[in-house]
């Protein structure tokens, strides 16, 4: 950090700190000075309407996410969300002025976040996981994950989610780079079987490193794809994040086989009793040799989740936890999000790849920056192919509309980047072909329902082709 961000920074701890003490002592009345605060560091890059809408509801004892915020103040380290307040919000006011910048400047997408793999070994073999079936031989060093992160930050991205292959293999340098970049935030996805309590202690003093932990549903359902006893293993990790008093949540892949457990009341309200602030659902994707197609949800499945989800978040009605659906709130981000348009994905090879789902390639960090990669064919294909369809419940160029995965990887050249065995994008798309068909009826159905927002972010340039 430079001078200036190191005195801004100390600047807005201490205006912090006495608030946060404030807003504690009663939530309710008084979170609408922290909506303000947190309005000051995004920058305003948020619409008047939505901040006026938080600054209502949090006078709303009754409303959901008033009870959210109450959680987060009385369950998280005061200590740990300031300092992740900090380094978020910081990271948003700036991050997101530079990126906005730097896509015109450079007439490319510039993410606000990056996906990358310190390591694809992995110690669980997971049902239908490709990372499981890696050989683990391929890492990043420190020395190149601090370089992704020293270009991202310097194009606006702040946000680095760090996948794998099991990341924590790589605990110390995690720590290491989180240490080095504080006005970054790491989110890290894992199996939660190597964290312990120096782990937990050492992620609540830095504040910018938080959690996210796999689980498929209750222990028959998650054992059943990630092995006997990893349950037991997530549980003994989120009880000591809990007792740690560390902001964490879950990350969970929805198939056919788990929809009914991972949607239940049963379910949600355990990880609330837990302490789980947050839950990615993501949809599977059959990928690599050794996929399970029968894994895919049905249409009817898929609907379930995207009215399922819209209930859990209601105002009124919704739980104290914060879901979001990656395949089913395509509408809120106008579509596909890869590509750089708000995120790409590095493997642990160094191949910059458009999507954490989508293996080919046509860059690699030991041979190109990521501003290089951004403007090369592939990214370029999805720079001016987003959206991939006018009905966002239907986002992705290979899950629901595999002829344009199709095509640009035989138009741009890109390789395939898959660890273990290459995957031929005729073979993969084959894959999608029925499932996008099914789903095209349901998704159009669920479209005409109602009239569909346009929020500011889902088109950031007005092209011709537009």
């Known amino acids: 950090m430079t001078i200036l961000d190191k005195t801004e920074r100390a600047a807005l701890d201490l205006a912090l700190r006495p608030l946060l003490h404030y807003v504690g002592k009663n939530p309710g009345p008084n979170a609408g000075k922290l909506v303000g605060l947190v309005d000051v560091l995004s920058g305003h890059s948020f619409p008047r309407k939505t901040m006026e809408a938080f600054r209502t509801g949090a006078q709303d004892r009754s ?31 700036k991050g997101t002025q530079l990126v906005r910048k730097n896509r015109e400047k450079y007439q490319c997408n510039i993410p606000f976040q990056i996906l990358f793999d310190p390591t694809s070994a992995c110690n669980l073999h997971c049902k239908g996981c490709w990372a499981g079936e890696y050989e683990h031989k391929n890492s990043l060093s420190f020395d190149e994950m601090d370089a992704i992160v020293t270009q991202g930050a310097a194009l606006g991205t702040r946000v680095y989610m760090l996948t794998g292959g099991e990341p924590l293999i790589r605990k110390d340098d995690i720590l290491a780079l989180a240490q080095k970049h504080r006005n970054c935030t790491f989110l890290a996805y894992t199996n939660a079987t190597l964290i312990d309590q120096a782990l937990c202690r050492a992620t609540k003093a830095l504040g910018n ?41 879950v990350s969970v892949c929805y198939t056919s086989e788990n929809i009914d457990a991972v949607t239940s009341d049963e379910f949600v309200d355990g990880l609330i009793a837990k302490g789980a602030m947050f839950g990615f659902y993501f949809h599977y994707m059959p990928l690599g ?12 499945q898929r609907e379930h989740v995207y009215r399922w989800m819209r209930q859990i978040r209601s105002a009124h009605g919704g739980k104290p936890i914060f879901l979001m659906d990656f395949q089913n709130d395509g509408e809120y981000v106008g579509g596909c999000i ?7 994905h590095i493997n642990a090879a160094g191949d910059m790849e458009p999507c954490v789902f989508i293996h080919y390639s046509d860059s690699n960090i030991r041979q190109h920056t990521l501003l290089e990669a951004l403007k090369r064919p592939l990214f370029q294909a999805y720079y001016h192919g987003q959206p991939f369809n006018d009905n ?46 099914d789903w095209a009826g349901a998704a159009e159905r669920i479209w005409r329902e109602k009239e569909r927002a346009k929020p500011k972010t889902q088109y950031y340039r007005d092209r011709a082709e537009k």
Request: net charge neutral; hydrophobic share 45%; aromatic share 8%.
């Open 209 to 249: 490193v938080v959690f996210a932990i796999s689980l498929e549903g209750f222990e028959e359902s998650n054992d059943a794809r990630r092995g006997k006893g990893a349950y037991a293993k997530s549980m003994e990790a989120i009880e000591m994040l809990r007792r740690e008093r560390c902001l964490f949540g």
């Open 63 to 93: 409303n959901n996410w008033t009870q959210f915020a109450a959680r987060a103040l009385n369950e998280i380290d005061r200590g740990m969300l300031r300092r992740l307040l900090l380094s978020l919000g910081l990271g948003i006011a």
């Open 392 to 437: 966002h419940l239907r986002p992705c160029p290979m899950l629901e509309n595999p002829d344009y995965l199709r095509r640009m990887v035989a138009a741009t050249g890109a390789v395939s980047t898959d660890l273990m065995a290459p995957e031929d994008v005729n073979d993969l798309c084959a894959k999608c072909d029925r499932y996008a068909a």
């Open 338 to 344: 890869a590509g750089g348009r708000n995120y790409f």
């Open 289 to 300: 040799k050794h996929a399970a197609p029968e894994l895919l949800p049905t249409a009817a």
